[in-house]
């Protein structure tokens, strides 16, 4: 088996770029394929812009002090007696 070589050839396949100038090309590449996306779903990005504010106002307004209220203080049923819970410090001589 033989090997040939081609003369003239780049000893590198590929062009080295600098660090700086392959992050630009990478973040115009990713900013450009999210336009493309974006356009596409359009109709779906609006909504969802306008809805997650406001349901992020109404989950920390609205559910989470529900959330907390249930949970500090539990509801008595009426006319049940008083739990004696937690007991008291003084002990039974």
């Not at 392959?22 to 493309?36: E, K, Q």
């Not at 996306?37 to 349901?55: G, M, N, S, Y």
């Not at 559910?63 to 008595?76: E, G, N």
């Amino acid at each position: 088996m033989t090997t040939a070589t081609i003369p003239n050839a780049p000893s590198v396949l590929a062009p080295v770029r600098k660090p700086m100038a392959a992050t630009r090309v990478a973040f115009r590449s990713l900013i450009l394929r999210d336009l493309v996306v974006l356009r596409k779903t359009l109709k779906e990005f609006i909504p969802r812009t306008i809805l997650q504010p406001l349901l992020l106002v109404f989950v920390f307004t609205y559910v989470f002090p529900k959330i907390a209220r249930a949970s500090v203080a539990p509801k008595r049923r009426p006319g049940s007696p008083r739990s004696s819970w937690p007991a008291s410090s003084a002990s039974p001589s």
